[in-house]
């Protein structure tokens, strides 16, 4: 850029800047003014828009000293306290702005600009009364001011009155029907007021008539979302989208309605879409990592998280995605780091601490009381609404109305290891409802579920306390919570008393909930031995036979004869999650291979299909001294080709401490025995458990000496292992592992034992 610096061009140079300063260009606008005044453009505008120019450009005490410098020389203007209050709240001295804002109005009271950011400002300070009167007052002098309406209907809306919001938002989108905020505003708030499906029906009528105007579309799409109608909301935002390709707005919008349904692999798409469009916002780049992670792609979730906080600072959500992330490529002491990380930058968030009770149970060595502690003190953090009292009927024995709370009814370890179970509670003493999140109606499970239950419930969208309010408007006796702390999970609406009687059973069932208003916790004998009671806030309703029902897929393929048979050696094998994989299984898995000549591991997991990562598990057993040839890992596959792999394997070797759940029935089903390691948390005990139930409870172990000594006393004798493959699916299939009706009775006893004891203390 070239500045002709002649004396007598300094207006020309001032005028040049103010041009820069309304595109935008702050750093351009600098060179021009600072040039006009040294030129002798003394003119209190000129020191103003350079004081704008500096203040945009981060000299922001340079810029606050001739913003004050031009106040003084015109005390009875009111632009540089203006732009001063702006300094101020752009830097977020929320104080300081307040008081020029104030000093504004002293100087001009009818500033329609001060009146509206002050009464923004103290909707930011907590402060609605406030700021409603300052807006009515403004709506008054500017009544055809889309902004000032808006605004206040953001007050009415604090202080409770959302009938007048509406009607407020309704009026800023008449007079700026272009603005895609005011119709969103429109849509949240008309629930409050109880008027969603007219509001419904007047956007409906709005995108009709304005059929190019994207922000209706918007308003119409977040409300229907609002409503729980997610297939029709992702149309309404499809048609926002399409509109206004270019605006990140609607596809926010959009790829969140995405990723609470089953369509994730869209919500990422968007969310590349977005991260494209806007490279440097920070909130796109977490979204798109946590659904890569919900997509299984955790590397490279980890990958663009570390990116994103080499240039940026770290936030809780930030650390607390990394965390998940990190645990799932199998560093999980790093990851348990990076949870109390995220931890101590707000010690009464909820999130981190939820992640570190998450992250805690797959590192080596952790003990019960270690992760019970975790628990308590996520559970002391909990937001907790303030509800009347339960009205249940207090009588053991009358019929029971259960609630299953979850976001995994479907193909999922929660529908397989539930669902028969559950189908076999006696309909004459038991009712369903399921409080379902992530619905997905086509999905076999789902339908099973749905078949059994009187009442379903898409609680998406619901607050923690609009979901408790929903579950004792249906007069649930009983909540069984089967998401735990997980993803999709809503056991925090727990802590606002969902039921009389709360239960804590599969999904996430990684450890004791923590939390007082959690009853029972459902278990077996296996699973929590006596003495175990001291690891656990809820009462143990321990089932007569084993936890869990499993139901075998009618696709798996037939039981194949033992491997080593044909190979000359045996194959040692995991199917689990990467998280579960620690140093010290690597190192135990490498001293098998050591001691059992010529055997081979397989493991198989999604983050295999990562070639960094399944690179860096191979150096790990290299260092071990395991031969790149004794070693094959696998990436993810269809779950029927999932379960004809187990084909190729003759012993399971199940990782500690968190051990295998499901991939330990599967396993079972498919002629496989398992070598388990329990421990105190109950995470470490699924196998023995399952093993148990289904009669091969000399197939777990009391330590590492034991469990490597078991898996080299097993592979010695490959008879013995053909013998047993050769009729383990049948004995799984009639013990009480995969027997419904039996499970079935034992859940409906437990379920009634839990109630006899809520009434008994009423």
């Not at 005490?61 to 004050?68: E, K, Q, S």
């Not at 937001?383 to 339960?390: C, G, N, S, V």
């Not at 395991?626 to 696998?634: C, D, F, G, T």
């Not at 003759?650 to 295998?660: A, W």
Request: net charge negative.
């Amino acid at each position: 850029m070239t500045i002709d610096v002649r004396p007598d061009h300094g207006t020309r140079l001032a005028a040049d800047g103010v041009a820069f300063l309304a595109d935008g260009r702050f750093e351009d606008a600098l060179a021009p003014l600072r040039l006009a005044l040294s030129l002798g453009d003394a003119q209190p505008a000129t020191m103003l828009n350079l004081a704008i120019a500096e203040d945009r450009a981060g000299a922001r005490d340079h810029a606050r000293r001739l913003m004050r410098a031009v106040a003084a020389r015109l005390p009875d203007w009111d632009e540089p306290a203006l732009r001063l209050a702006e300094s101020f709240r752009a830097a977020g001295d929320h104080a300081a702005a307040e008081d020029a804002y104030r000093q504004v109005l002293e100087l001009n009271p009818r500033r329609t600009e001060a009146l509206i950011a002050l009464g923004g400002l103290l909707l930011l300070r907590g402060r609605p009364e406030e700021a409603r009167g300052l807006l009515l007052r403004c709506c008054g002098i500017a009544a055809d001011s889309a902004e000032a309406w808006n605004t206040l209907g953001l007050a009415c809306s604090a202080m409770g009155d959302a009938g007048t919001a509406l009607t407020t938002f309704i009026r800023a989108q008449t007079l700026q029907p272009n603005v895609a905020a005011y119709w969103v505003n429109g849509a949240d708030v008309s629930l409050e007021a109880g008027e969603a499906e007219a509001e419904l029906a007047r956007l409906t009528v709005a995108c009709e008539q304005q059929p190019l105007n994207p922000a209706p579309q918007l308003g119409r799409g977040r409300l229907l979302d609002r409503l729980v109608r997610p297939a029709e909301a992702i149309d309404a935002l499809e048609a926002a989208c399409e509109l206004a390709p270019d605006s990140p707005g609607p596809l926010m919008l959009l790829a969140a309605v995405l990723a609470r349904t089953s369509r994730t692999r869209e919500a990422e798409a968007v969310l590349r879409r977005l991260s494209a469009l806007d490279p440097g916002n920070v909130p796109v780049q977490n979204d798109h990592a946590a659904v890569l992670m919900r997509l299984h792609r955790h590397p490279e979730a980890r990958a663009l998280l570390l990116d994103v906080l080499d240039r940026t600072e770290p936030t809780v959500v930030l650390l607390s995605n990394l965390a998940n992330a990190t645990a799932c490529v199998g560093l999980q002491e790093e990851a348990v780091a990076i949870a109390r990380r995220a931890i101590s930058l707000d010690p009464q968030a909820v999130l981190p601490r939820r992640v570190l009770c998450n992250t805690l149970g797959y590192r080596d060595g952790v003990t019960g009381m270690e992760v019970l502690n975790a628990l308590h003190d996520c559970s002391a953090v909990l937001p907790r609404a303030r509800l009347p009292p339960l009205a249940n009927r207090v009588d053991p024995e009358r019929h029971l109305t259960v609630g299953l709370l979850s976001g995994t009814l479907r193909a999922h370890p929660v529908g397989w290891l539930t669902i028969a179970g559950i189908e076999n509670l006696d309909p004459e003493r038991f009712s369903l409802v399921c409080l379902s999140q992530r619905s997905a109606p086509d999905d076999p499970f789902a339908r099973r579920f749905r078949a059994v239950a009187r009442d379903w419930v898409d609680v998406d969208g619901m607050s923690d306390t609009a979901l408790a309010e929903a579950a004792r408007a249906r007069e649930i006796d009983i909540v069984i919570d089967l998401g735990g702390y997980g993803d999709a999970a809503r056991m925090t609406a727990c802590a606002n008393r969902l039921a009389p009687v709360q239960i804590k059973w599969v999904g996430m069932q990684s450890h004791s909930s923590g939390l007082p208003e959690m009853d029972w916790f459902l278990t077996d004998r296996w699973e929590t031995p006596e003495g175990f009671e001291r690891f656990y806030s809820e009462r143990l309703l321990r089932l007569a036979d084993g936890y869990v029902c499993y139901s075998p897929p009618p696709y798996a393929p037939d039981v194949v004869p033992p491997p080593a048979l044909a190979n000359g050696y045996v194959t040692f094998g995991c199917f689990n999650n990467l998280a579960k994989i620690t140093p010290r299984v690597i190192a135990t898995r490498a001293e098998i291979l050591r001691q059992v000549p010529e055997s081979r591991l397989v493991l198989k997991t999604h983050q295999f299909s990562d070639v960094a990562t399944a690179n860096a598990f191979r150096a790990a057993f290299a260092a071990e001294g395991v031969p790149a040839h004794r070693l094959e890992l696998r990436g993810p596959s269809g779950h029927r080709a999932f379960m004809a792999e187990y084909g190729d394997i003759d012993i399971v070797l199940d990782p500690f401490p968190y051990s295998g759940g499901l991939t330990t029935c599967e396993a079972l089903w498919m002629g496989v025995p398992t070598i388990a390691l329990p421990g105190e948390i109950f995470a470490s005990r699924h196998s023995a458990s399952h093993l148990s139930n289904a009669g091969l409870a000399d197939w777990a172990t009391g330590s590492v000496d034991e469990y490597i000594a078991m898996a080299v006393a097993r592979a010695a004798d490959v008879p013995a292992l053909a013998a047993l493959r050769a009729g383990l699916r049948e004995q799984v299939r009639r013990s009480p592992l995969c027997d419904a009706p039996r499970f079935g009775r034992n859940l409906g006893l437990a379920l009634r034992h839990a109630w006899r004891s809520w009434c008994a203390d009423r």
